[in-house]
């Protein structure tokens, strides 16, 4: 576990709010991918675009359409939000990957950070577009009338287990995906059990590669559902 | 990233540098985490809204401008080439109506011509078969002329042979009467 060890970067001592630790390293290394990725790619702002260009494009074309189909036409204005979160959890899961790196994204000060931030901003521009109408998000009209009070009961509950369950479902699969190639790169001092075992890192590897960007997305789409919910509390 | 040579403890790292429990979960990291967090999140926000999303934004509208304008020149052209093919065959169509009289006006004339040519052989024949039959009737006529004084002869010297007595006149009468079936 000592990959998720928090340490500063110059030095020894303890850890204020300010000082400059592996996690400012990584994080930093983030903005400096995704600059290369979105900014330094389209610099020449072609008409055929190079690979690097393709891919920024294909990017924003995912997520812009992710956001318009999901939260609708209005959910448009948010989608600088909610692109600075997707490439910030895709950037750094990908990052964190490379062997010896750092992954923010596997702490859950960090994904709760996020799922909080999208659940009381989300919440705040549903009171303040809908008023307390915004509360029919929990009334459900088409149920018959005596299952509302209990289905209001369980909307209610359910609203409120949304930042948990989006901020560790993130760190959860990053740190799980982490600690089980460290558990078979355990295994491969083992010298007959070496070769299983560095299959089994190699395949675990490709399979988090696939988990690094499906938890993107899904944190993503959840942060677009939500939204949509801000926007059109009636169901 | 634990470091061997570490001396300070902390409640998350023991004198060895490991870690103690989970350090996801160190409370004393978690400033420092949602801090720099923070910052990395508001820079790439400036990075995208400002810079990075209008300028591939506009890149698209660019490109979809392009290909609307491409499509909609292409469009065109095919417009006019149909135009200009309409035109071919209207004048193609034209000039085969045009051949096709040129053809009848010309065959008319051919068979004007042809049928004065017939009309012409036609009298210059039947003018011939007049002369001809003329020349035949002639002949006709005179050879029954000579039949006639043969026979006249002829009869007056049997009537004379006869030991009659030849009248002209009656033999004559009697020739003329003997041949009228023939003639």
């Known amino acids: 576990m000592d990959q998720f060890i928090v340490s500063p970067l110059f030095g020894d001592g303890p850890i204020a709010w300010y000082t400059p630790t592996n996690v400012t390293l990584w994080m930093v290394l983030t903005i400096l991918a995704i600059g290369a990725l979105l900014v330094l790619s389209t610099s020449r702002r072609a008409i055929i675009p190079s690979r690097a260009q393709s891919i920024a494009e294909l990017v924003y074309g995912f997520i812009y359409k992710m956001v318009e189909d999901v939260a609708g036409k209005d959910g448009v204005r948010y989608f600088p939000y909610i692109m600075t979160l997707f490439m910030f959890i895709l950037v750094t899961n990908f990052l964190g990957l490379i062997p010896t790196a750092f992954a923010t994204t596997s702490h859950i000060a960090v994904t709760a950070t996020m799922a909080m931030a999208v659940f009381l901003s989300v919440t705040i521009l549903g009171f303040w577009k809908h008023g307390f109408g915004f509360l029919n998000i929990f009334w459900i009209g088409q149920a018959p009338l005596p299952l509302r009070p209990i289905l209001a009961l369980i909307e209610v509950i359910s609203y409120f287990v949304r930042p948990i369950s989006h901020s560790i479902r993130l760190a959860g699969n990053m740190m799980a995906g982490h600690a089980v190639i460290k558990v078979f790169a355990g295994f491969a001092v083992v010298i007959w059990i070496a070769p299983v ?39 | ?72 020149a292409a469009e065109d052209l095919k417009a006019r080439a149909l135009e200009a093919e309409e035109v071919y065959n209207k004048a193609l169509a034209d000039a085969r109506a045009e051949a096709l009289n040129i053809a009848a006006e010309m065959r008319a004339g051919i068979q004007g011509e042809l049928n004065d040519a017939i009309a012409h052989a036609d009298a210059e024949i039947s003018a011939k078969v007049a002369e001809s039959e003329k020349a035949i009737g002639e002949i006709r006529a005179s050879a029954l002329e000579a039949v006639k004084v043969v026979a006249n002869d002829t009869a007056a010297e049997i009537v004379t042979a006869l030991g009659g007595k030849a009248d002209a006149k009656a033999v004559g009468t009697a020739v003329t009467s003997g041949m009228k079936g023939w003639t």
């Open chain 1, 197 to 235: 075992s560095i299959a089994a890192i190699t395949a675990i590897y490709a399979l988090e590669v696939l988990v690094s960007f499906i938890q993107a997305y899904v944190f993503t789409i959840l942060t677009c559902v939500y939204l949509k919910d801000a926007l059109h509390p009636h169901h």
């Open chain 2, 1 to 72: 990233m634990a470091t061997e040579t570490t001396g300070f403890v902390s409640a998350c790292i023991d004198s060895l540098g490991n870690a103690i429990g989970m350090p996801q979960l160190c409370a004393e990291w978690m400033p420092n985490q949602v801090f720099w967090l923070l910052v990395t999140l508001v820079v790439i926000y400036l990075v995208l809204s400002k810079v990075a999303l209008p300028r591939i934004g506009g890149i698209l509208a660019e490109r979809q401008g392009t290909i609307t304008t491409d499509i909609s």
